[in-house]
T-cell receptor, first 114, second 111 residues
Framework: NAGVTQTPKFRVLKTGQSMTLLCAQD?????MYWYRQDPGMGLRLIHY???????AKGEVPDGYNVSRLKKQNFLLGLESAAPSQTSVYFC?????????????FGAGTRLSVL | GQQLNQSPQSMFIQEGEDVSMNCTSSSIFNTWLWYKQDPGEGPVLLIA?????ELTSNGRLTAQFGITRKDSFLNISASIPSDVGIYFCAGPGGSQGNLIFGKGTKLSVKP
């Protein structure tokens, strides 16, 4: 049982380049989330999805786009990377977002934008 | 928006010592979650709390849901080197019930 898998694990981009981060979960969860983690800032929600074909903005959505074409996959795109997007990105999934919302996290993608 | 205040920000302790950390909110939560993040890994759920006053243990870890429902505490007894990491509290305080996270308590354990 793999849980939540993120690819790639590391990436270095030049300013202005684009890339897509892939998240896959095998737990049949409805909800999926993308967070970024910066030193001293904790985890901040970028975008989330409440089901296949749906997406919604989180706390820090600017500069990112997402798609949820299949229930098990949630893609995070950077159209024109900026140094401020240097961060560690985590994907998570959960069965529900109600009171007993337990999120399961991937191992992270470490992105540097030069 | 809502925020969770975690303290302390960091702790440096000797192996064998007990550890206490807490998390407070400006508003009432009906769920408190405690996660641990090992270096280079994603957060992993340690303990989930669903009722005010609830005390739950997971091995050497004990967490409590505060009576006011605005705080939670995590204690680690007899710390060991593998306890090193960042401990996050979280609760459903975001829009549509999404989780918000504290900024974390970074624990370092000296053998």
């Amino acid at each position: 049982n793999a849980g939540v898998t993120q690819t790639p694990k590391f990436r270095v981009l030049k300013t202005g380049q684009s890339m897509t981060l892939l998240c896959a979960q095998d737990m049949n969860h409805e909800y999926m989330y993308w967070y970024r983690q910066d030193p001293g800032m904790g985890l901040r929600l970028i975008h989330y999805s409440v089901g296949e074909g749906t997406t919604a903005k989180g706390e820090v959505p600017d500069g990112y786009n997402v798609s949820r074409l299949k229930k098990q996959n949630f893609l995070l795109g950077l159209e024109s990377a900026a140094p401020s997007q240097t961060s560690v990105y985590f994907c998570a999934s959960s069965y529900t977002n109600l009171a007993k919302n337990i999120q399961y996290f991937g191992a992270g993608t470490r992105l540097s934008v030069l | 928006g809502q925020q969770l205040n975690q303290s302390p920000q960091s702790m440096f302790i000797q192996e064998g010592e007990d550890v206490s950390m807490n998390c407070t909110s400006s508003s009432i939560f009906n769920t408190w979650l405690w996660y641990k993040q090992d270096p280079g890994e994603g957060p992993v759920l340690l303990i989930a709390l669903y009722k005010a006053g609830e005390l739950t243990s997971n091995g050497r870890l004990t967490a409590q849901f505060g009576i006011t429902r605005k705080d939670s505490f995590l204690n680690i007894s007899a710390s060991i080197p593998s306890d090193v990491g960042i401990y996050f509290c979280a609760g459903p305080g975001g829009s549509q019930g999404n989780l918000i996270f504290g900024k974390g308590t970074k624990l370092s354990v000296k053998p």
